[in-house]
Nanobody, 116 residues
Framework: QVQLVESGGGLVQLGGSLRLSCAAS????????MSWYRQAPGKERELVATISIAGASADYADSVKGRFTISRDNAKNTVYLEMNSLKPEDTAVYYCYAKVWQLDYWGQGTQVTVSS
């Protein structure tokens, strides 16, 4: 079955960096766009970034443009989110997402906390 497993979250200081990873299995990874979402306490889940099938194009939320970079390695079935210049408002649980065979799949999430 489809599985998405995130890793790489943690506690970081203002201005710091983190790299999240999402290992995918159970489907043909290279055939699907992949996304990262996040959900802060008391807020709705929001789309952070999406990357195309071959990784040639990506879209970002305005709040992270210029600071975050989404990438993928289709040989490793893994999607990444490089986060730089982190701010306290980036604190959230970050989720990997894929729509496979018209169904929504989410990872378990990884906590990112940015301290000021």
């Amino acid at each position: 079955q489809v599985q998405l497993v995130e890793s790489g979250g943690g506690l970081v200081q203002l201005g710091g960096s983190l790299r999240l990873s999402c290992a995918a299995s159970g489907f043909t990874f290279s055939s699907y766009p992949m996304s990262w979402y996040r959900q802060a306490p008391g807020k709705e889940r929001e789309l952070v970034a999406t990357i195309s099938i071959a990784g040639a194009s990506a879209d970002y939320a305005d709040s992270v443009k210029g600071r975050f970079t989404i990438s993928r390695d289709n040989a490793k079935n893994t999607v990444y989110l490089e986060m730089n210049s982190l701010k306290p408002e980036d604190t959230a649980v970050y989720y990997c997402y894929a729509k496979v065979w018209q169904l929504d799949y989410w990872g378990q999430g990884t906590q990112v906390t940015v301290s000021s």
